[in-house]
Every structure is written in structure tokens, then in C-alpha cells.
């Protein structure tokens, strides 16, 4: 995750992951606003990246006092990009859509 051109924020995990979006958890705080075009790039497999344009939906601090950051797959930002994270999701299993890493960057 990143803001500005490339200015990369935290590693963060997935929490879950849908065809409209995905929630995040960093061990540190960021900060975006809501409605921010953030550039999300996930492992696909070992070598392999998906990278789409999203928005920030919401970001919060949790009680553990980690940030959850939800972003939204923004179609009309990466149609083409938009299509394959579908297709991506699509194909994951439910322990696959609660578990991994990605970066942020807007």
C-alpha cells in the first residue's frame, strides 16, 4: 500500500476479499481519506501479481489497535484490471479470501 506516487504504507494482510473489494489489516496507522484512489497489488501465486486502482472505503482503528483499511475495486478507474480481479476472486477458495498479503500505494 502506498500514497503519492509511490509512497509505500504498511504491509498489510487481507481479511477478506469479494469480487467488490477488500479489507485490510496494518500494524500501523495510515493515512488515506475516504474516497482516495489507492493502487492495490496482491500475490496471486509465488512470482505472480494482480494489481488494480481502488478506492478507500473506510479506515479505522480496531481495539487491538491495528488499522483495517476496506478498499473497493473501482471498475470505471480499471475496467480491463477490474474484469481479471473478478476472475481472480472467483477462483479463490474461503481460507484463500481471508488469508494473505498485499500493498497499497495511491
Excluded: N
Excluded at 20 to 30: I, R, Y
Excluded at 36 to 59: N, Y
Amino acid at each position: 500500500m502506498a500514497i503519492g506516487a509511490e509512497a509505500h504504507q504498511p504491509p498489510a494482510h487481507t481479511v477478506d476479499v469479494s469480487a467488490g473489494g477488500v479489507l485490510l489489516v496494518l500494524d500501523e496507522p495510515v493515512f488515506l481519506v475516504p474516497g482516495q484512489a489507492v493502487c492495490l497489488a496482491v500475490t496471486e501465486a509465488p512470482g505472480e501479481r494482480l494489481t488494480v486502482i481502488a478506492r478507500l472505503a473506510r479506515a479505522a482503528r480496531g481495539v487491538d489497535r491495528r488499522t483495517y483499511v476496506a478498499v473497493r475495486i473501482d471498475d470505471e478507474l480499471d475496467h480491463v484490471a477490474g474484469r481479471r480481479w473478478v476472475e481472480w476472486v472467483a477462483q479463490l477458495s474461503g481460507s484463500d479470501r481471508r488469508e494473505g498479503t498485499a500493498e497499497v500505494a495511491s
